[in-house]
């Protein structure tokens, strides 16, 4: 229902940009989570954004380095990450949820509930 792609190896300090598209929901009326788990960590959330009031929320780690977009026409959002450090090294996942109201800060949570989720794609950060 939700398939990551963009994932790759990049060296400290460098971008990368993640997309997520759908075959068989409509990602506009949808909220978009991202999330990652490195390695024997649990799943944390990066950032989160509504398509009823477009308000993207993000975690610390994310704060200032990673943004958020959509692309409705080609049914796309997209993770663009920024300085890239080797600690964002881990398999990436996104996760949508229809919304009849706009999702709340909590959609930061793996646990929220979201409908369906990616298989992940890695990103490793290296030199």
């Known amino acids: 229902q939700a398939v990551e792609s963009g994932g790759g190896v990049v060296q400290p300090g460098g971008s990368l940009t993640l997309s997520c598209t759908s075959s068989?929901?409509?990602?506009?009326?949808?909220?978009i989570g991202w999330f990652r788990q490195a390695p024997g960590k649990e799943r944390e959330g990066v950032l989160c954004?509504?398509?009823?009031?477009?308000?993207?929320y993000y975690t610390d780690s994310a704060k200032g380095r990673f943004t958020f977009s959509r692309d409705n026409a080609k049914n796309t959002v997209y993770l663009h990450m920024n300085n890239l450090q080797p600690g964002d090294t881990a398999v990436y996942y996104c996760?949508?949820?229809?919304?009849?109201?706009?999702?709340?800060?909590?959609?930061?949570?793996?646990?929220?509930?979201?409908?369906?989720w990616g298989q992940g794609t890695q990103v490793t950060v290296s030199s």
């Open positions: 068989r929901r409509s990602l506009d009326v949808y909220a």
């Open positions: 954004s509504s398509s009823v009031d477009m308000k993207t």
């Open positions: 996760a949508i949820e229809a919304e009849d109201w706009a999702v709340p800060e909590a959609c930061l949570s793996p646990d929220y509930g979201y409908d369906y």
